[in-house]
């Protein structure tokens, strides 16, 4: 039995924390599964799980290629197949079966169970999803998946619909897409199960389907044509198709934090960051990333996010509404996330065609950028802490508090952190921010050999 | 008959709009007295009626001197009594009846009615205002008030008790402070006034004051000897121990703008700035300065602040508590207002005991700063937009986009706007920010006279 975390989707829903450069599964919001009450993201806390239960070394996590450094500063030893291009999820899974084929030691005849990287969930969850390899065994379904038993008549879940109840399994019937409280009460009579987005499969199965489509069945070969895959969802184009579907339960809590509301019910303190919550308010949490205060008095039933995107002032009932409104802010993440550090916008003004972008950039301690250069704009640094050093055209340039520096159009440049690290970098051209990048090397060392020497 | 409007109040009841850089009445966040939805600060709609009345010509306005420049370009023409210190309101009153003898034309026979900066009210008010000239007279008071007629039984208003009613003005019996409801409703009975902080004075009688704190009660002479007067109210030195208070009645709209709650509904909109407010959304009011979006989703009775010194969620009920929150986020105003322009603080770092400032500065068209240096920092400046022009220890620097200039420390410098200009600038050193500015001159021509040749 292998395991796949399928890592997916923008999340707008819990914008303006979660944009495309921070995906909500790397928000460092939910408590450890240990109760320290430290912070981790949710896919810290399910690495942890899935360690804890020991799947963690069959386990692959499948994500997109900007996803790989944020995924690697929070899970060091996680092992990633990274999609190409977008695909929908049948696309990724079949990626994520040919990975554990070609790299994983996986064979066809091995099963793997596909989970969400992110539920919020407890142990109970890793050890049933184990169970799934004996009832795909049993029940010879084509696909096997979880549901969990509900506590309540949720009508934010799908369900599954039970048929008949087998020895450790129970055949599927059919899908329930959202219903209304009522129908959710009926569902729950009839024994149906919150559908928790697991579902389990024969490697070999999946792979044959890529033959399907013309493409190879490795690892390497299906990367280089992956594009040629069509966008499909794995439920349509394979659970939907599946003459024989079985599923087992799972008794213990689940709970999907993909709204506000979830999120905040299961943060461990109302408040992060710099807030005064006034004791005239109730059920309400407050997140804040920014530096100055944000103070909230006599609200009710309210979150509050402020970031360097943007605010967020909602009711928990509405709050799976903020992907509709949050579409209308389509614009630069002011804030992101590297494997070597964050860059902060501070600021973006627009003058007769000429752009300005003034950033703040930390590096952290020992870190390093590619050599590259900027056909299209002039770069201003000013360093307001630590110490580094910057490769200019070959020399090298000690950079300390105070210490400012020009890096004009191709000119190439790169530069390391000799502490932790800051700097207010401007740019001033025709093309400013994460564009007009070419890298010559990312190999600090060979800057000085092929490119100084 | 001559007028003072008395500005005083850092303004912490509208945090976070408000701030000791930006007083609540210099916020533009009022619709102006014609109706015509623009919007303007509220001493520019009060300075409008005083005009409409005919007054503006013998008014002062009577401020601290953090305040004039604010002034100034809020209200081009206006009369400015500067107060050398902060004193209470007895000095600020005696400072003004100086001004309007020494220099606006005024006798000591002549009376002063002194008005908040800040009511939100209609023509009638001034009106009547004016009335108190004969009031004084028929009624030989010390003291005239002007009290409006109540509409409602507010418990956020002052009472001024009425004794016996006389030929157009009452005979003040007493005041009671913010009452509770019941008796709020038991003092509009008996036909109290809600205090509108309006009174009148003779302004001889005022000066004569001076002398039993043996200052001169000419202005100058009141300035120069102001840090002898005590810090008392001019109700407690004047107003209580008066035997002999007139009122007369104003009816009409009257509202003192003091809490969020009151702002927002004389609000032309209910939102101002980057805000999407959901229909789901009833009687709330957002308010946003910054560029990032606010979203509000299924509030209720809520103002939304957002600015660079803060964000504020607040209950219109809870918002006369917006004052203690804020008393604890005591930080530079992130936000700055000036006769030349506006100052923007983007981020500070300290490090190893060196302080870092990065602010963007914006200089308007043609306008020009001090000549100057700073002993405890250098300066690094980068040019966004519009072109300037740079004098550095007597040698002209033209400044456009992109360019970057260091100053160091003890570098004389000023600079002039040529259009529309911005610029980063940071500071680095041991005291950064509005400090350490050793000034040589204000006057642009001089720099070139006296010190580059």
New interface residues.
């Given amino acids: 039995m292998y395991y796949v975390l399928l890592s997916g989707g923008s999340g707008r829903r819990l ?2 924390l979660s944009n495309e450069a921070r995906p909500k599964q790397y928000l460092k919001l939910v408590n450890k599964e240990d109760n320290s009450m430290e912070r981790c993201s949710m896919l810290q806390r399910v690495w942890a799980q899935l360690k804890e239960a020991g799947m963690a070394e069959r386990t692959v996590i499948t994500a997109g290629a900007d996803q790989r450094e944020l995924i690697k500063s929070q899970v060091r030893e996680a092992q990633i197949a990274v999609e190409p291009g977008r695909r929908d999820t049948f696309g990724a899974v079949l990626l994520s079966c040919a990975w554990l084929w070609s790299r994983g030691g996986a064979s066809k005849d091995d099963y793997a169970a596909v989970m969400p990287v992110d539920p919020y969930t407890e142990e109970a969850y890793f050890e049933t999803v184990k169970q799934l390899e004996e009832v795909m065994k049993k029940s010879g379904a084509e696909v096997g998946l979880m549901g969990a038993v509900p506590s309540y008549p949720s009508v934010k879940y799908g369900y599954i619909l039970p048929g008949e109840r087998k020895d450790g399994w129970i055949s599927v019937k059919g899908f329930a897409e959202k219903p209304d409280e009522e129908k959710a009460e009926e569902l729950m009579k009839q024994g149906a199960l919150w559908n928790c987005g697991v579902f389990c499969v024969r490697i070999g199965d999946i792979l044959k389907r890529a033959v399907s489509y013309g493409v190879p069945e490795d690892y390497e070969g299906l990367c280089a044509a992956y594009d040629r895959l069509p966008r499909i969802s794995f439920d349509y184009e394979v659970l939907e198709k599946a003459r024989n579907l079985a599923a087992v339960e799972f008794r213990g809590y689940w709970k999907d934090l993909g709204t506000w509301d979830a999120m905040a019910d299961q943060m461990s303190t109302d408040t992060v960051g710099n807030v ?1 919550l ?1 004791e ?1 308010c109730e059920n309400t949490q407050v997140i ?1 990333e ?1 530096k ?9 039933d ?1 979150v ?1 996010v ?1 970031s ?8 928990k ?3 799976a ?2 992907k509709e ?2 579409a ?2 389509a614009s630069r993440p ?1 804030f992101e996330e590297r494997r070597w550090g964050t860059l902060e916008t ?7 065609g ?1 752009s ?1 972008l ?1 950033r ?1 950039i930390h590096i952290y301690d020992g870190m390093t950028s590619s050599y590259h250069f900027h056909k299209e704009r ?1 770069e ?1 640094w ?1 360093i ?3 110490t580094g050093e910057l490769i200019l055209e070959g020399t090298r340039i000690p950079l300390g ?2 210490k ?1 520096v ?1 890096i004009r159009k191709n000119q190439r440049h790169a530069v390391k952190a000799l502490q932790d690290f ?1 700097y ?1 970098e ?1 740019h ?2 025709t093309s400013v921010g994460n564009e007009d990048i070419n890298r010559i090397t990312f190999n600090w060392d060979e800057i000085e050999l092929s490119h100084i020497l």
């Fill in positions: 914008w303006p005064a006034d005239s804040n920014l100055v205060p944000v103070a909230v008095l006599g609200a009710r309210l509050v402020a360097q995107d943007g605010i967020l002032v909602t009711d009932n509405q709050s509404r903020v409104v949050a209308a802010f002011m501070l600021d973006e003004t627009e003058y007769r000429l300005t003034t703040k002039d201003i000013t307001l802490s630590g508090p105070g400012a020009c800051e207010i401007i001033v051209g």
